[in-house]
């Protein structure tokens, strides 16, 4: 079982509408979560972080984190063709930084 | 803040030959700095930690012979890849850690070296 786990996509939504990316792992030890954003050929992006339980929103970007369930969620509102990139899921507790494998994100203009 | 500066962007490099990567935290004093390597198409792998004025800790299947980190300051680790092949190349990013921050904390990245082995 990987440590952290996405879909690998590709999603693909609208300009303008809701998306929603989703990650879970496996370490109930984990305490941070992270996600980044990476465009091809170039370093990732932090775009948000959220420690505890439910909601964190930032502008566009909303963090959803179930503890329980071992889910941690990305929903990007009013989505831009500008949005479309990977979007790696990551977290840490017992150790380092660990890393999803992305899900590829494609907003269609 | 936060600003980790990574060098060369790019390199290329003859089947046998070392390549020097340099990592800097530019506003902040790093006592840990991590080192990745992302192939193609797939995610980032930790290869090792590195801790100012110690021994890196390697991740399991990284060979730290071959790969040879040094944290000798505050703001610079460095990354030699030593009798470097073809399946070497690779995308290698590093990330520094402020001081005082602990492995939960944000992590910024510098912006990678693309190393190209021919």
């Known amino acids: 079982q990987k440590e952290v786990e996405q879909n690998s996509g590709p999603l693909s939504v609208p300009e303008g509408a809701i998306a929603s990316l989703n990650c879970t792992y496996s370490?109930?030890?984990?305490?941070?979560f992270f996600w980044y954003r990476q465009y091809s050929g170039k370093s990732p992006e932090l775009i948000m972080f959220?420690?505890?339980?439910g909601d964190k929103e930032d502008g566009r970007f909303t963090a959803q984190l179930n503890k329980a369930s071992q889910y941690v969620s990305l929903l990007i509102r009013d989505s831009q063709p500008s949005d479309s990139a990977t979007y790696l899921c990551?977290?840490?507790?017992?150790?380092?930084?660990?890393f999803g494998s992305g899900t590829r994100l494609q907003v269609q203009p | 803040g936060a600003v980790v500066s990574q060098h060369p962007s790019w390199v290329i490099c003859k089947s046998g030959t070392s390549v020097k990567i340099e990592c800097r935290s530019l506003?902040?004093?790093?006592?840990?700095m991590f080192w990745y390597r992302q192939f193609p198409k797939q995610s980032l792998m930790l290869m090792a930690t590195?801790?100012?004025?110690?021994?890196?800790?390697?991740e399991q299947g990284v060979e730290k012979d071959k790969f040879l980190i040094n944290h000798a300051s505050l703001t610079l680790s460095t990354l030699t890849v030593t009798s470097a092949h073809p399946e070497d190349s690779s995308f290698y990013i590093c990330?520094?850690?402020?001081?005082?921050?602990?492995?939960?904390?944000?992590?910024?990245f510098g912006n990678g070296t693309r190393l190209t082995v021919t």
């Open positions: 506003d902040f004093q790093a006592t840990t």
């Open positions: 590195s801790n100012e004025g110690s021994k890196a800790t390697y």
């Open positions: 990330s520094a850690l402020p001081g005082g921050s602990s492995y939960n904390s944000p992590l910024h």
């Open positions: 370490d109930r030890g984990s305490q941070s």
């Open positions: 959220i420690y505890s339980n």
């Open positions: 990551a977290v840490t507790g017992r150790r380092a930084l660990t």
